[in-house]
């Protein structure tokens, strides 16, 4: 079936390195997507991996492995304002997101 | 500022009546979409759309119906609400066209259903 997992919560220390793994089991695969969401905000988008490897974007990286089912968002140069969860997303073959059901990462001074 | 606009951000409500959320997009984003999101639970999908005058169901639609007249607007309704209907409501659009098809996110109505 359809599986997103990624870990519930993570802490780091401000100033640090933290990476964030989200592992998936979907019906065909179209792209894997990850997004910030503030508390009490919308989501926002951050990186999006449709071949393997791994994509920059100033402090935040995001890896693909489409043969292991796996990704990671990485996040170097901890700020406070990094506070948020972390949404993984997998587009299957039909177009259709599925969602996981994000990492809240809390960033300590 | 272009975006997504919904409506109301906030409402309380009792279980039985009718409710509309509004969404309207300044982008003039082909596809539109409405999720709700639980604690503890991904996003998941209620309807979309892919182009004005067409509709379809995701995840979870029983409960909900859509309209899209045109382009900007795609308004969710509840016809009978119901306290399981109680959640954080977001509607996104994007861009079908694109290869990404990112997402854009409203700010969201928190709706709670006694």
């Known amino acids: 079936g359809q599986n997103i997992d990624q870990p519930t919560e993570m802490t780091a220390t401000e100033g640090a390195i933290v990476q964030i793994n989200c592992t998936y089991q979907t019906s065909g695969f179209n792209g894997l997507f990850w997004y910030q969401q503030h508390a009490g905000e919308a989501p926002t988008f951050l990186s999006y991996n449709v071949l393997d490897g791994l994509e920059e974007k100033g402090r935040f990286s995001s890896f693909l492995s489409r043969s292991k089912g796996y990704s990671y968002l990485l996040l170097k140069e901890l700020q406070m304002k990094d506070s948020a969860s972390y949404l993984c997303?997998?587009?299957?073959?039909?177009?259709?997101?599925?969602w996981g059901a994000g990492t809240k990462l809390i960033i300590k001074p | 500022i272009a975006g997504i606009t919904q409506a109301p951000t906030s409402q309380i409500l009792a279980a039985g009546r009718r409710m509309t959320l509004r969404c309207t997009q300044d982008m003039r984003h082909n596809a539109m979409y409405w999720y709700r999101q639980d604690l503890g639970l991904g996003l998941r999908l209620i309807h979309y759309?892919?182009?004005?005058?067409?509709?379809g169901k995701g995840e979870v639609p029983d409960g909900y119906s859509v309209s899209r007249a045109n382009t900007d607007d795609f308004p969710l309704t509840l016809a009978s609400a119901v306290p399981s209907q109680t959640s954080v409501y977001f509607c996104?659009?994007?861009?079908?066209?694109?290869?990404?098809?990112?997402?854009?996110f409203g700010a969201g109505s928190r709706l709670t259903v006694l």
């Open positions: 997303a997998v587009r299957e073959s039909n177009y259709q997101l599925i």
């Open positions: 759309s892919n182009t004005a005058g067409t509709t």
């Open positions: 996104a659009s994007s861009d079908r066209t694109s290869g990404a098809n990112v997402l854009t």
